[in-house]
């Protein structure tokens, strides 16, 4: 399992940050010996009728050093070894937090959720742009969040009848790198890992179109034709993961696979009911070669309708809107 080198944990309001996420992420950093940085961006002042009496600087430099003891009280009441470098900038948000990313290269970026709660993904605010455009993982804390997770869901997807091969490798990618961070998470946490990939037959659809042409028996042969191929790509991914984590680590774990027939958006959000799920590792869909491209509208839905913490990864070849200048 890949350790973190470089997490960002990014504060929106300083006065108000949830303690629970911030020690989290801080014992993340401390179990990674990765580095730590919190980054607050704040917007920039308006003087209005006192830019006559008032220099700009001077009010950014006021406003930067309250955020600052802020944050390190935040940070005081919270025993770590680890080193943490406070970082104060003015902005658009979400436009500095990606240019940060890049310029650092993070591995991983956290913060708790936005004002609106979990269910505001996809109604503007910072959340959303980051989830879009962030090229790393970005993790999205809601609630108090636990000292240590019970349960880490990884949602993986493929196409059995994919025939573009580089399609194909990218989907597989990125499947083993959602199922690489969600085992890293479980294992540090002593967290039960789940894998759940939901299908959908195509035979269905088939059916809709053609009607009578497709006899009972033959969609039925067809079904389970579609299932074994399912659960042969599952199966791949399992043998995937005991080679990347070794024979211990894999046993140690224990992970369940959990094949579902249904639509995604309701078999991920019904599955993290189901098994009291703290943690979902999903994925979200790019176009291969066009930049800043969106979360794929499946996973913005499903986003939407979840309650607990969510970990979204890219695919590699994601190319975020955002430049450093």
């Not at 591995?107 to 503007?124: A, T």
């Not at 490798?169 to 961070?181: A, F």
Request: hydrophobic share 40%; charged share 20%.
């Amino acid at each position: 399992m890949k350790s973190l080198d470089s997490i960002l944990y990014v504060v929106e309001d300083p006065a108000i940050e949830s303690v629970s996420s911030f020690a989290r992420a801080l014992s993340l950093a401390g179990n990674n010996q990765a580095r730590l940085t919190v980054l607050h961006v704040a917007e920039e002042p308006r003087l209005g009728p006192f830019s006559s009496r008032v220099r700009i600087e001077d009010v950014m430099s006021s406003q930067k050093q309250q955020a600052l003891e802020q944050l390190q009280s935040l940070a005081r009441g919270l025993a770590s070894h680890t080193d943490i470098r406070f970082d104060i900038r003015f902005g658009i948000r979400f436009i500095e937090i990606i240019r940060h990313v890049l310029r650092e290269r993070h591995d991983l970026l956290i913060k708790s959720v936005g004002d609106g709660g979990p269910h505001s993904f996809l109604f503007g605010g910072t959340d959303q742009h980051l989830l879009r455009k962030c090229p790393c993982p970005v993790w999205i804390m809601a609630g108090e969040t636990r000292a240590n997770y019970r349960n880490v869901l990884a949602a993986v997807d493929f196409d059995p009848w994919a025939e573009d091969n580089l399609q194909r490798g990218i989907e597989t990618s990125l499947n083993d790198r959602i199922v690489g961070l969600a085992a890293s998470f479980a294992a540090s946490d002593f967290a039960q890992l789940h894998l759940i990939h939901a299908w959908q037959p195509i035979t269905d659809n088939m059916i809709r179109v053609f009607g009578s042409d497709i006899s009972d028996s033959e969609a039925s042969s067809n079904r389970r034709s579609e299932l074994l191929e399912h659960q042969h790509q599952l199966d791949m991914l399992q043998r995937r993961l005991q080679q990347q984590l070794g024979a211990e680590a894999y046993r140690y774990l224990s992970p369940y696979f959990h094949l579902r027939q249904g639509n995604p958006r309701d078999i991920i959000t019904t599955m993290v009911d189901e098994l009291g799920v703290d943690l979902v590792v999903m994925g979200t869909v790019s176009r291969t070669g066009i930049p800043g491209l969106l979360i794929g509208n499946t996973a913005e839905v499903i986003l939407n309708n979840l309650e607990c913490s969510v970990l979204a990864v890219k695919p590699d070849d994601f190319i975020s809107p955002v430049t450093i200048e």
